[in-house]
């Protein structure tokens, strides 16, 4: 790959105090292609998700944007150069139509001052518009949100930051608490995304659905990169083997092996 990453992290790192979250991180996402970074609990996922989102700022290396090193100082300024993240516990109204949803804090109006009004012709047309071109189908755009399924809901929040201008699409965990049909749902539209020539970055600690959709992988234990790998470069099964722990079950493996064999020498 030739082109400049969309966004890039080089050897980036991040402490709270005593604690080290990340230490020497590489990751680099691509338009129209879907990078998955994994991990357990703890390996450095969220700090990841809030370094490149803006909530938090690096300690060391750098993060580039277009090849550009960047700093920001909060989400906003992260969302004005098109990084958008749709986190697993949504930001949703869940009384509110799915159109209202989809435009939360970003109304467009009609009329002029004194008169001006919400225009919700224009929000629930563009709503089901915007939907549509991902494939999702909807039987009522004013429907409650909340009526919809966990995967609805998470296609609802893709094509929202669609719309809105996202040229980087962070995914965090988005089918952790989904059933298998719903997963299968959702990893659709993250393939939409890619295929809308979006970089998304996908966190997932189920490598099985990771790979469905990715083209590069990373993963993370204890805040450092275990693995960096193209799709070409691995399996399935590697990969899974690495979020397993990898070389860490290779040892306990063998010394198990050594300690049953020498339960077996002591036997008269």
């Not at 809030?50 to 909530?55: E, F, R, T």
């Not at 988005?174 to 997963?183: F, I």
């Not at 749902?185 to 970055?201: E, F, H, T, W």
């Not at 997932?204 to 659905?209: D, K, Q």
Request: negative net charge; proline residues 4%.
């Amino acid at each position: 790959m030739t082109s400049t990453p969309l966004v890039e992290l080089t050897g980036v790192g991040k402490s709270y105090g005593n604690i080290t979250a990340l230490r020497d991180v590489s990751v680099s996402v691509h338009a129209g292609q879907v990078t998955c970074v994994l991990g357990d609990n703890g390996a450095g996922k969220s700090t990841l998700i809030k370094i490149v989102s803006g909530l938090h700022g690096h300690d060391d290396g750098e993060y580039r944007v277009d090849g550009e090193p960047v700093r920001f100082s909060s989400p906003r300024e992260a969302l004005d150069r098109g990084i958008a993240t749709v986190y697993q516990d949504l930001a949703v109204v869940p009384l509110m139509p799915v159109w209202r949803n989809f435009f939360l804090g970003s109304e467009p109006t009609s009329g002029v001052w004194p008169f001006r009004r919400l225009d919700v012709r224009k929000m629930r047309e563009t709503t089901d518009a915007e939907l549509r071109k991902l494939g999702i189908e909807l039987p009522d755009v004013d429907l409650p949100i909340g009526s919809l399924s966990g995967g609805q809901r998470q296609c609802v929040a893709i094509a929202r930051a669609i719309h809105f201008g996202a040229r980087v699409l962070i995914l965090d965990e988005p089918t952790a608490a989904l059933g298998v049909k719903q997963s299968g749902v959702v990893l659709k539209y993250v393939a939409a995304a890619r295929d809308a020539g979006l970089g998304v970055i996908f966190i997932s600690h189920n490598p099985h659905h990771a790979f469905l959709v990715g083209d590069h992988f990373v993963v993370l234990r204890q805040g450092e990169v275990e693995l960096d790998a193209k799709r070409a470069e691995l399996t399935l099964d590697q990969l899974t083997h690495h979020m397993a722990g990898g070389a860490e079950l290779d040892t306990l493996r063998h010394e198990l092996n050594r300690t049953q064999t020498a339960e077996l020498l002591d036997r008269p």
